[in-house]
């Protein structure tokens, strides 16, 4: 089975990829609607957003991560209930405690969002390892889109939904 047929598979769409999964840009399955910069699509029905490069993905899981982790104060378990909710095809028992083994804590702070990111990318990619390895060999890529998604004082990096990557990191001045 090639990756578009495993990722037909996983995805369980109606309609047949037109690329490969990490082509989307989204390991964390983050689902259309919420505006994230690098947003420029969406497949699976149009149920997923897709990012234009793996770190404008990879930001938007980090985004996400803060903002249920203030909501939740660090609760690894609460945060996963939200993220993958157990009425859905998730299998959320399972994700809180891979997540939790993974960084080594049942309550996370912001300090924890890398390590956190990599065990939901690692979650979220299970049956694909190539595409685990797509964003997590490279440790510049969460380098890059932990910078993206935070200012120095940990405060959240406000981007415009329609900015680019190349126009995000001459924001945050990484160009």
Request: a negative charge; zero cysteines; charged letters at 25%.
């Amino acid at each position: 089975m090639d990756i578009n047929q495993q990722t037909e598979s996983l995805i369980n769409t109606d309609r047949p990829m037109s690329k490969p999964l990490m082509v989307y840009n989204n390991p964390g399955n983050i689902e259309v609607g919420q505006n994230f910069a690098g947003e420029i699509g969406s497949y699976a029905n149009g149920r997923f957003a897709e990012f234009d490069s793996p770190e404008m993905g990879m930001r938007a899981l980090a985004m996400d991560i803060n903002s249920k982790l203030t909501q939740f104060n660090g609760n690894v378990s609460e945060i996963i209930k939200k993220y993958a909710p157990k009425e859905d095809e998730n299998k959320t028992t399972n994700y809180i405690l891979y997540v939790q083994n993974k960084v080594g804590k049942k309550n996370i702070t912001q300090d924890d969002i890398g390590a956190t990111m990599s065990a939901m990318i690692e979650f979220e990619n299970k049956k694909l390892p190539g595409i685990v390895n797509y964003y997590l060999n490279d440790p510049k890529k969460m380098q890059t889109a932990l910078a993206l998604a935070f200012d120095k004082d940990g405060s959240n990096r406000q981007l415009p939904s329609n900015m680019s990557f190349e126009q995000a990191k001459i924001a945050a001045g990484l160009d």
